[in-house]
């Protein structure tokens, strides 16, 4: 079996083209580097994301936060369910880690903009 898949790690967007046995990637083709294979592999056998999302203040103040690395595709949705029940207190600095170990997959949530005290 065959898979078409464009490399989103760079603005070049290379169209991949994926062989595969069952799950397996047997070969990529199309890439022009290798990160392109190496996203083909991870996408096709374990793909992850970045989550992106806010939290608030108790006073209704969002704050912008992201994992500080790609979590599993399957753990989004509790990523996101708990970093919405979380509730942090200004100020809050870039990096800041809001979360340390979300949803157990032991990746922090960082503050994605400084927000100083109101
Ligand atoms: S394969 Fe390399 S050059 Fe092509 S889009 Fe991916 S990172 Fe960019």
């Known amino acids: 079996m065959t898979k078409e898949l464009i490399?989103?790690?760079?603005p070049m967007g290379c169209r991949m083209t994926i062989e595969l046995d069952g799950e397996k990637v047997v070969s990529v083709t199309?890439?022009?580097c290798k990160r392109g294979s190496a996203y083909a592999v991870t996408e096709l056998t374990a793909?992850?994301?970045?989550?992106?999302?806010?939290?608030?203040t108790a006073d209704g103040v969002s704050i912008p936060v992201k994992t500080k690395?790609?979590?599993?595709?399957?753990?989004?949705?509790d990523c996101v369910s708990e970093i919405k029940k979380a509730e942090v207190t200004l100020p809050v600095r870039v990096g800041d880690v809001i979360i340390e170990n979300v949803a157990s997959t032991g990746i922090p949530v960082v503050a994605a903009?400084?927000?100083p005290c109101r």
């Open 30 to 32: 199309g890439n022009t």
């Open 7 to 10: 490399c989103i790690c760079c």
């Open 69 to 77: 690395e790609p979590v599993p595709k399957e753990r989004i949705f």
């Open 113 to 115: 903009k400084t927000v």
């Open 47 to 56: 793909p992850v994301r970045m989550v992106t999302t806010t939290v608030r």
